[in-house]
């Protein structure tokens, strides 16, 4: 193997940032961030790093599908997401029935998913694009679909948000005081699913932590007021998207990489300073997901 | 603080209250089988009740019928003069295992305040009062420096004492505490008991409380409740420690040894006299 490319600054970087597909990614991306940093909370306290994760694997028939039916891609990820979700949220109270409907979905979602990229032949590029995300192909259809979910989560967590942190963080003492727990479980799986939609967009399948979990984990090594943790993740989550951008203007790589390597650059510095003693009562979910890469599609 | 002596806790079945809590008749089942039958008894109101029994007897099945969480199978229950009713704002409950379950992203104050405004849906900030009532709640259990910090930080014994912050903050008529003494040192089961026997006192609530060991207890139990043979029974204190019927409630030997301060039961063929509870050198768990 040789070296890899040289990889240059590009001379023109500020005009790139000013093109019209940077500003759409601008705009996508600052959506996204907003709803993922503000669900992110909730999927640390409610262990849901796991369903967060699959729901993004879970979109991928839907993705594919669309591609096969000449649908908008967006449109076939919250399908499969949110039903997804719904069949998650509807699985059981307890994490082990969780896990084991979740993973179940999963398998099934990443057969098809795989079914539908061979009937669609969609390219390695399209597959690709939905594995890691593409921020600078966002349209602007895709933007206008993005806002509407935005509002819908913002607006809908607005709402439930404080019988949803007591169900998530106490959630016995909560179901005696009268709240609501299993519903509030299955709205918070749907506003995922279509956070996830978006993220998946973004950063793609396979970076998606970066914006779920790692912001909302990184707040709350800081802090536990919930106001601030809301604050500080979304402020993370934004200036990821934002900075990446500029890099991926700046030098010629995809942004997806540096949103992720700064949201993770971040958690890392925090951990470091706040130290490793604090016990973590939540479970880190590692992945090894090279192996959900369909390469025989990548024709 | 030391444990209280044998204070005169009268059962203050304060003039017109309705019982704390009517079983008639009343059987429960979980997954189709019977768990307890053929309860009837009547907790009078200002009473402090231990509820004993071997483990999977259905005490914490008999606190979710309590709270409304659980329809029983036969019979009919009272609670406080109503039937159970889930969110019932009267019933303060700290639920077996609590304080292991809850994780580490939430601050004692915010849990506290959960139980007074955690059922409500909308964006509302938490008013000047119900912030008072907060503070005046930690402040009641001693525990009124540990508002800012977070749940998983504390010991054992500061954990017991916020839960019971989140139990009484709404001015609770009824506690439903579920083992608050397991995982806890002798001393810190003394300062739970003592400050379970000041709540009674200052507040004239009842007091339901499950413990595998009635000894830390007896200073403030005016009663138990003990689930025998598949059925619930309700018994003055002073009737239930017996030699006999803790020997058949517990399956093995128990020796009652009488002393100035009270009644005192062993188990076992353990040393009679002064022996310590058999949790007192569990060690506490580290913050
Ligand atoms: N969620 C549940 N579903 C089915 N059975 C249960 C459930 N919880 C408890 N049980 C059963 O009910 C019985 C009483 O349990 P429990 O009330 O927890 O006992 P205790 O608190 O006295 O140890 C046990 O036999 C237990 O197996
Ligand atoms: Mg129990």
């Known amino acids: ?299 | 603080m030391t444990a209280p002596a044998a204070d005169s806790l009268t059962t203050g079945a304060a003039a017109g209250r309705p019982p704390a809590l009517v079983l008639d008749g009343v059987a429960v089942a979980r997954a189709g089988h019977t768990v307890w039958s053929q309860g009837d008894l009547t907790v009078p109101s200002g009473s402090v009740v231990g509820v004993i029994g071997p483990n999977g007897a259905g005490k914490t099945t008999l606190f979710q019928v309590v709270l409304g969480l659980l329809p029983v199978a036969a019979g009919r229950v009272e609670v406080l003069g109503a039937p159970p009713r889930r969110g019932d704002r009267r019933i303060g409950y700290v639920p077996q295992n609590y304080t292991a379950a809850l994780g580490d992203a939430v601050r004692c104050r915010d849990l506290v305040g959960l139980a007074l405004t955690g059922a409500r849906f909308g964006l509302r900030r938490m008013t000047r009062e119900q912030h008072a009532r907060v503070d005046a709640a930690l402040r009641r259990v001693g525990a009124a420096e540990l508002g800012d910090r977070r749940m998983s930080e504390l010991s054992g014994g500061q954990q017991q004492r916020v839960a019971i912050a989140q139990a009484i903050v709404d001015d609770a008529e009824l506690l439903l505490l579920d083992e608050p003494l397991a995982n806890l040192d002798l001393r810190n089961q003394h300062e739970v008991v003592a400050l379970l026997g000041e709540l009674r006192r200052e507040r004239d609530v009842t007091i339901m409380v499950v413990a595998h060991d009635l000894n830390p207890l007896l200073p403030v139990l005016t009663d138990a409740l003990y689930l025998l043979d598949g059925h619930p029974h309700h018994d003055p204190i002073g009737e239930v420690v017996q030699e006999d019927l803790l020997t058949h409630l517990y399956g093995t030997p128990v020796r009652v040894v009488r002393t100035a301060q009270g009644d005192l039961f062993t188990r076992g063929a353990l040393p009679a006299r002064g022996t310590p509870s058999p949790t007192a050198d569990r060690p506490e768990r580290a913050s």
């Open chain 1, 1 to 299: 193997m040789t070296r890899p490319a040289a990889i240059a600054v590009q001379p023109d970087w500020l005009e790139i940032l000013q093109a019209p597909f940077m500003r759409n990614a601008f705009l996508g991306g600052s959506l996204v961030a907003l709803a993922a940093g503000l669900l992110g909370f909730f999927v640390v306290t409610r262990q849901n790093a796991f369903a967060a994760h699959a729901l993004a694997h879970i979109g991928f028939p839907g993705a594919t599908g669309a591609l096969l039916l000449g649908l908008p891609v967006t449109l076939g990820l919250a399908v499969f997401c949110v039903g997804g979700g719904l069949l998650i949220g509807l699985s059981g109270a307890r994490v082990a029935d969780r896990e084991i409907t979740t993973g179940t979905v999963l398998a099934a979602a990443t057969g098809l998913g795989v079914l539908f990229a061979s009937l669609a032949g969609a390219t390695a590029g399209a597959t690709t694009s939905v594995l890691f995300g593409n921020l600078l192909a966002i349209s602007s259809g895709q933007l206008r679909l993005f806002a509407v979910f935005t509002a819908l989560v913002v607006l809908v967590l607005a709402w439930i948000a404080r019988p949803l942190a007591f169900a998530s963080v106490d959630p016995a003492v909560a179901e005696a005081r009268g709240v609501p727990v299993r519903a509030l479980g299955v709205g918070f799986v749907v506003l995922l699913a279509l956070t996830i939609t978006m993220a998946v967009q973004v950063v793609g399948t396979l970076l998606l932590f970066a914006l779920v979990v790692t912001p909302a984990a990184t707040a709350l090594r800081l802090t536990a007021r919930p106001g601030r943790v809301a604050a500080i993740a979304v402020t993370l989550a934004l200036a990821s998207v934002w900075l990446g951008l500029v890099l991926s203007a700046v030098l010629p790589l995809p942004p997806s990489a540096f949103v992720v390597g700064i949201a993770v650059l971040a958690w890392a510095v925090v951990l470091l300073v706040t130290g490793r003693g604090r016990r973590r009562r939540w479970r880190a979910t590692p992945f090894v997901d090279a192996h959900h890469v369909p390469r025989a599609t990548a024709t």
